[in-house]
């Protein structure tokens, strides 16, 4: 596959994206574009004369991917807006979504626009723009698919976990690792689900997990399990091995490669014992997961899924 890189702003983010590369070269090739201001010493960059260089790069490419980082990301999206980058998929670090509008005004109505299929990566309390913020945005203007995945716990504009970029970017890019992505989420869901079970007490696999249980289309990037806030203190103590923090929505695991959220909440519905991998797993029926993803912005490629499959059940 061939990725061009589009840094940050700063001198800083050169280097940085040359190492990203040199680590994605494992799998891909590429481009970075480097930017007229670093190279004339001067603050900002200019999204035009950029904009520019980003249309020779590409303009006799057909198959390729974007990875791109804070204004980075402005400036991909700048161009998709204008009909000048076309990529097959991207990946976005630390949008700067406030700091993008100021210069690229119309970014709302891109994302509203948006068909590229888009990760967007971000630090919790990143200081440039939180993921909270970041969450509002996305549901507010509603791509048309999107995944946002959030760093917990890190206050920085850095992005710089290179083993979990790698995966990510790996499996999001490439077809051909999505399988074995697949059988660690299968591994982890077994252990998991044994141990649940064992301790007899309710709980509810959620969001994408319940989907894969279910046979829809779809692989997770992690799980996420719903349970009663009185058994969060048990579940810490049991998964002590694979305890990352906790805060006031309940504990976060990472068992082998994949993250496990353990979320309180008293009111799990009313789950059906579902037989996947050997094991049962509590989900709600798959009706009840149409409905919580038609209520959810930018979620359509999801339903379009739930709705293939609850067709072809029929």
Not at 69 to 87: D, F, M, R, T
Not at 198 to 204: E, F
Request: include cysteine.
């Amino acid at each position: 596959m061939y990725i061009i890189y589009l840094a940050g702003n700063s001198i800083n983010n050169k280097t940085w994206t040359e190492k990203v590369k040199a680590k994605f070269d494992s799998f891909s090739t590429g481009d970075i574009l480097y930017y007229d201001h670093w190279q004339a010493g001067e603050k900002w960059i200019n999204l035009e004369r950029e904009s520019k260089k980003l249309a020779e790069l590409v303009k006799d490419k057909i198959n390729y991917f974007v990875f791109a980082k804070s204004i980075g990301s402005v400036l991909a999206l700048k161009n998709i807006y204008e009909g000048i980058l076309n990529p097959k998929k991207m990946v976005i670090c630390g949008l700067p979504y406030r700091a993008g509008k100021e210069e690229f005004k119309e970014i709302d109505e891109c994302l509203k626009t948006l068909k590229v299929p888009t990760m967007f990566i971000q630090n919790e309390f990143d200081p440039v723009y939180g993921f909270d913020e970041l969450a509002k945005v996305l549901a507010n203007n509603s791509p048309n698919d999107y995944h946002l995945i959030k760093k917990p716990g890190n206050s920085t504009h850095d992005y710089e976990d290179y083993e979990n970029l790698i995966k990510q970017v790996k499996i999001y890019f490439g077809d051909e690792d999505k399988q074995v992505h697949l059988e660690k989420i299968y591994k982890t869901l077994d252990f998991v689900a044994k141990k649940l079970n064992t301790l007899n007490i309710k709980w509810l696999l959620g969001a994408s997990g319940a989907l894969m249980v279910h046979g829809v289309k779809i692989a997770p990037w992690d799980l996420d399990i719903l349970t009663p806030f009185e058994n969060i203190k048990l579940l810490k103590d049991e998964f002590k091995e694979y305890f990352v923090s906790e805060d006031e929505d309940g504990l976060l695991l990472k068992i082998g490669d994949i993250e496990v959220e353990i979320i309180k909440l008293d009111d799990l519905g009313n789950p059906a014992p579902t037989l996947f991998q050997d094991n049962l797993i509590p989900v709600n029926p798959l009706e009840d997961e149409l409905y919580f993803y038609e209520q959810r912005p930018g979620r359509e490629n999801t339903v379009r899924l739930i709705k293939e499959k609850l067709k072809n059940d029929k």
